[in-house]
């Protein structure tokens, strides 16, 4: 059982007593012909339901209402463009809706037995109807439209209507393409020098053949009948790469799907893992994995190596190399297996094993020359998963920037990497190279272990509560920092943005509350006040033979900043709103259907940091410069525009007609150009001990290069900057108390 968000294993008496109770009410006993492996998913469904009813923090009532929820959000999964059903498949499956409840409680599959072949049969039947749509030329002088709001369209009522709305799809798409097409083809004649580097939609390869184009007086423009036919080619492949991910998912992925439309009635957070689901989590959490350390994709009926992992044993090996083909597995001295045309994660099941274990791969490298790679497995830690800092200067005072992706822990090795101990770690580095503020960066950072958030705040302040936790029908309890050492009592400021939830968003409000630092970002953070435990459900099974039955991620408690406040749905609220592009999309836990209410409760007893005397007139300068900085009123203009588009749904496949819109959007979007292409005009380095590693990896080199490249661009991290030097007092004086914590003390 993993504790997400947490204070770990505080529940445990309670998981215990679910344990106890499921010998006694279900005597599950996978070795009697009752519950062999047919009737795996119904055990499945009867675990999930028993453990979300007695570990749920206000478990939803499984009635009419929920069923008719569960219908929704299912059917829109299978199909959420409405191109594979028919309306009267809808009107089929809708006897169902108020029955859904009535099948969870007697574990009765007809439903998803019904849907599933359904869908199966229909995708065999949409093959066929692409294949014949992509056949033939578009016709882009006939007037028509197609709407792309797919949830307000109605289900094709027949194979005639369905096979209509799987042509406009299509032809939407291949005009975007051929018109990006002819407008390359335009510009190589005209000479308009890397006119196509301003196209997103091209890869690098294809921009990398329109820059020979451009050079080569030799090179004959493609006619429209040419182009036109590369169009359906192209699409066609997409389609073909498309329904090839599809046909590799089993039965038991789509039962997956079904299970979680059932769990997220529940509330948004509430999850099912599949056995393949929990390790991918558990790696994301840690940060780390047993295996070779390469990144795989699916690349037709091949497995391709797409990244090299730096430091992992594939990396060291310097054998294989992105780009190279598996074609075969072998384990040590085993037989080699051709896994060519398994699905990809079973070939990743194949490669990936424990530490000191060997595995031989057959790869076709790059120059067709096959190889066979022999590599020892070992532990790797995905680099980008871990805490970074960066050193920049401004007005001759250093400063640093923390950027921590998640609140990650190793949940079953106390000694393994944790964000707790790494920003203490980012945070001593810094204060050795002399930096007179820290801008800790939380944005788009989903959250973590709580324990981690809990060390963390804990480094900025003497001591005191971080953070209040409820469970049902349960007094709260406060979570405090014990340690009276502070690591940074220097200027903070805490950077946020509306994904960043959870863990961050405890972290910002703890600083907030003590008026530690300067929350600066998004009008309000995602919202998520809520904390999750993952439950291994093989715990409640005795002598197996069903195989792995995945774990359920379920709510079981809320937490309240130590001012009372939920942050759940209102979030944090910034000190210094910036404007942002998305902030007027719909993203946030508000947004969510089934999402827990907000709530306050007592606030818990803390002292308010005394060094603030700055504050507010740090937030009033950066106020001002936000509101008369022309980069931010442009950012603020384009939030706007991007809103105002994402209501425009419909589309016309007239081509004359389709490029005029275009043109205008592509006219509005030129002015927002200056966004992407500001620079902040701020060198930012790394810290000594990194330097001496980038020297000798190449990858790590290219990495933070690229990350500094980023730092030098945002807008947000040079605000950050400004607000850290209207913070720096203008002269400290330094008292030390034997046995105590430094004080700064203003003059």
């Given at each position: 059982m993993n504790s997400i968000i947490s204070f770990m294993k505080r529940?445990?008496?309670?998981?215990?007593?679910?344990?106890?109770?499921?010998a006694?009410?279900?005597?599950?006993?996978?070795?009697?012909?009752?519950?062999?492996?047919?009737?795996?998913?119904?055990?499945?469904?009867?675990?999930?339901?028993?453990?979300?009813?007695?570990?749920h923090y206000n478990p939803a009532v499984v009635d009419d209402n929920f069923s008719k929820g569960v219908y929704k959000d299912y059917i829109a999964a299978l199909d959420p463009s409405k191109r594979f059903f028919l309306q009267s498949d809808i009107n089929e499956f809708s006897k169902f809706e108020l029955e859904l409840d009535d099948q969870l409680i007697n574990k009765d599959l007809t439903f998803f037995n019904l849907t599933y072949d359904r869908l199966m049969l229909r995708m065999e039947e949409s093959k066929k109807i692409f294949k014949d749509i992509l056949s033939k030329p578009f016709d882009y002088s006939v007037e028509e439209d197609f709407n792309v709001d797919y949830d307000k369209a109605p289900y094709a009522k027949n194979s005639a209507e369905l096979k209509e709305k799987w042509r406009k799809q299509i032809k939407l798409s291949t005009l975007s393409s051929f018109t990006d097409k002819q407008k390359l083809e335009a510009d190589r004649k005209g000479g308009k020098e890397a006119a196509f580097n301003t196209n997103s939609s091209l890869t690098d390869k294809q921009k990398?053949?329109?820059?020979?184009?451009?050079?080569?007086?030799?090179?004959?423009?493609?006619?429209?009948?040419?182009?036109?036919?590369?169009t359906r080619e192209s699409s066609l492949n997409s389609l073909n790469e498309s329904f090839g991910f599809m046909n590799d998912l089993k039965r038991d992925d789509w039962f997956t799907l079904y299970i979680n439309s059932i769990m997220s009635r529940f509330d948004p957070h509430t999850t099912y893992f599949a056995p393949e689901e929990k390790e991918r989590f558990d790696v994301s959490m840690s940060g780390k994995l047993e295996g070779i350390g390469a990144r795989l994709?699916?690349?037709?009926?091949?497995?391709?190596?797409?990244?090299?992992?730096?430091?992992?044993?594939?990396?060291?090996?310097?054998?294989?190399?992105?780009?190279?083909?598996?074609?075969?597995?072998?384990?040590?001295?085993?037989?080699?297996?051709?896994?060519?045309?398994?699905?990809?994660?079973?070939?990743?099941?194949?490669?990936?094993?424990?530490?000191?274990?060997?595995?031989?791969?057959?790869?076709?490298?790059?120059?067709?020359?096959?190889q066979v790679i022999s590599i020892i497995r070992d532990i790797v830690e995905i680099e980008e998963t871990y805490a970074k800092s960066s050193v920049v200067e401004k007005n001759g005072v250093k400063y640093g920037v923390i950027y921590l992706p998640k609140f990650y822990i190793d949940f079953e090795n106390k000694d393994g990497r944790d964000a707790g101990k790494d920003i203490a770690l980012e945070v001593d580095r810094l204060k050795k190279a002399g930096?007179?503020?820290?801008?800790?960066?939380?944005?788009?950072d989903g959250g973590g272990s709580l324990s981690t958030v809990v060390d963390i705040a804990g480094l900025f302040i003497e001591q005191g509560p971080i953070v209040q936790i409820k469970s049902a029908g349960k007094k709260k309890e406060i979570l405090y920092d014990t340690d009276k050492k502070i690591e940074w009592d220097g200027p903070l400021v805490i950077m946020v943005n509306e994904f960043s939830a959870s863990a961050s968003e405890i972290l910002a409000a703890a600083i907030q509350d003590y008026k530690r630092g300067i929350i600066i970002g998004s009008k309000q953070t995602y919202g998520k006040g809520t904390v999750q435990n993952v439950i291994d459900l093989n715990q409640f099974v005795r002598n197996s033979s069903a195989g792995d039955l995945g774990a359920l991620k379920t709510t079981t408690q809320k937490f309240y900043r130590?001012?009372?406040?939920?942050?759940?749905?209102?979030?944090?609220?910034?000190?210094?709103?910036?404007?942002?592009?998305?902030a007027y999309l719909k993203m946030g836990e508000r947004d969510e259907e089934n999402a827990m209410p907000w709530d306050k409760i007592d606030p818990a007893p803390y002292a308010v940091w005394t060094n603030t005397s700055k504050f507010d007139q740090a937030i009033d300068n950066s106020k001002k410069r936000i509101e008369n900085n022309a980069q931010f009123k442009l950012i603020e203009e384009n939030a706007k525009w991007i809103d105002s588009r994402s209501n425009e749904n419909n589309y016309s496949l007239n081509i004359d007609k389709f490029k005029i819109a275009q043109n205008q959007i592509e006219e509005t979007a030129k002015k927002f150009r200056p966004i992407v292409d500001y620079k902040n005009n701020l060198k930012f380095t790394s810290l000594p001990y990194e330097l001496e590693g980038i020297s000798k990896d190449p990858v790590l080199k290219e990495k933070r290069e690229r990350w500094h490249e980023s730092l030098a661009k945002d807008i947000y991290v040079e605000e950050a900057l400004n607000i850290l030097d209207d913070l720096q007092p203008k002269s400290i004086v330094k008292t030390n108390i034997p046995g105590d914590k430094k004080k700064l003390v203003k003059s």
């Amino acid at each position: 059982m993993n504790s997400i968000i947490s204070f770990m294993k505080r529940n445990y008496k309670i998981l215990i007593a679910v344990v106890c109770l499921s010998a006694t009410l279900f005597a599950f006993n996978i070795n009697s012909k009752k519950s062999i492996d047919p009737e795996r998913d119904k055990l499945l469904l009867e675990l999930l339901t028993f453990v979300i009813e007695k570990g749920h923090y206000n478990p939803a009532v499984v009635d009419d209402n929920f069923s008719k929820g569960v219908y929704k959000d299912y059917i829109a999964a299978l199909d959420p463009s409405k191109r594979f059903f028919l309306q009267s498949d809808i009107n089929e499956f809708s006897k169902f809706e108020l029955e859904l409840d009535d099948q969870l409680i007697n574990k009765d599959l007809t439903f998803f037995n019904l849907t599933y072949d359904r869908l199966m049969l229909r995708m065999e039947e949409s093959k066929k109807i692409f294949k014949d749509i992509l056949s033939k030329p578009f016709d882009y002088s006939v007037e028509e439209d197609f709407n792309v709001d797919y949830d307000k369209a109605p289900y094709a009522k027949n194979s005639a209507e369905l096979k209509e709305k799987w042509r406009k799809q299509i032809k939407l798409s291949t005009l975007s393409s051929f018109t990006d097409k002819q407008k390359l083809e335009a510009d190589r004649k005209g000479g308009k020098e890397a006119a196509f580097n301003t196209n997103s939609s091209l890869t690098d390869k294809q921009k990398e053949e329109e820059d020979k184009k451009l050079n080569d007086p030799n090179y004959v423009p493609k006619s429209d009948a040419v182009l036109e036919k590369e169009t359906r080619e192209s699409s066609l492949n997409s389609l073909n790469e498309s329904f090839g991910f599809m046909n590799d998912l089993k039965r038991d992925d789509w039962f997956t799907l079904y299970i979680n439309s059932i769990m997220s009635r529940f509330d948004p957070h509430t999850t099912y893992f599949a056995p393949e689901e929990k390790e991918r989590f558990d790696v994301s959490m840690s940060g780390k994995l047993e295996g070779i350390g390469a990144r795989l994709q699916k690349k037709n009926d091949y497995t391709e190596i797409s990244e090299l992992i730096s430091g992992g044993p594939a990396w060291r090996g310097k054998q294989l190399e992105a780009g190279d083909l598996v074609m075969k597995v072998a384990q040590g001295n085993g037989v080699p297996v051709d896994v060519v045309g398994m699905r990809l994660d079973d070939v990743v099941k194949k490669i990936k094993g424990p530490k000191g274990s060997e595995v031989r791969l057959t790869v076709k490298k790059v120059d067709g020359t096959i190889q066979v790679i022999s590599i020892i497995r070992d532990i790797v830690e995905i680099e980008e998963t871990y805490a970074k800092s960066s050193v920049v200067e401004k007005n001759g005072v250093k400063y640093g920037v923390i950027y921590l992706p998640k609140f990650y822990i190793d949940f079953e090795n106390k000694d393994g990497r944790d964000a707790g101990k790494d920003i203490a770690l980012e945070v001593d580095r810094l204060k050795k190279a002399g930096v007179k503020g820290i801008a800790l960066d939380v944005r788009d950072d989903g959250g973590g272990s709580l324990s981690t958030v809990v060390d963390i705040a804990g480094l900025f302040i003497e001591q005191g509560p971080i953070v209040q936790i409820k469970s049902a029908g349960k007094k709260k309890e406060i979570l405090y920092d014990t340690d009276k050492k502070i690591e940074w009592d220097g200027p903070l400021v805490i950077m946020v943005n509306e994904f960043s939830a959870s863990a961050s968003e405890i972290l910002a409000a703890a600083i907030q509350d003590y008026k530690r630092g300067i929350i600066i970002g998004s009008k309000q953070t995602y919202g998520k006040g809520t904390v999750q435990n993952v439950i291994d459900l093989n715990q409640f099974v005795r002598n197996s033979s069903a195989g792995d039955l995945g774990a359920l991620k379920t709510t079981t408690q809320k937490f309240y900043r130590i001012n009372g406040g939920s942050t759940q749905l209102e979030g944090v609220s910034s000190d210094v709103v910036m404007p942002d592009r998305y902030a007027y999309l719909k993203m946030g836990e508000r947004d969510e259907e089934n999402a827990m209410p907000w709530d306050k409760i007592d606030p818990a007893p803390y002292a308010v940091w005394t060094n603030t005397s700055k504050f507010d007139q740090a937030i009033d300068n950066s106020k001002k410069r936000i509101e008369n900085n022309a980069q931010f009123k442009l950012i603020e203009e384009n939030a706007k525009w991007i809103d105002s588009r994402s209501n425009e749904n419909n589309y016309s496949l007239n081509i004359d007609k389709f490029k005029i819109a275009q043109n205008q959007i592509e006219e509005t979007a030129k002015k927002f150009r200056p966004i992407v292409d500001y620079k902040n005009n701020l060198k930012f380095t790394s810290l000594p001990y990194e330097l001496e590693g980038i020297s000798k990896d190449p990858v790590l080199k290219e990495k933070r290069e690229r990350w500094h490249e980023s730092l030098a661009k945002d807008i947000y991290v040079e605000e950050a900057l400004n607000i850290l030097d209207d913070l720096q007092p203008k002269s400290i004086v330094k008292t030390n108390i034997p046995g105590d914590k430094k004080k700064l003390v203003k003059s």
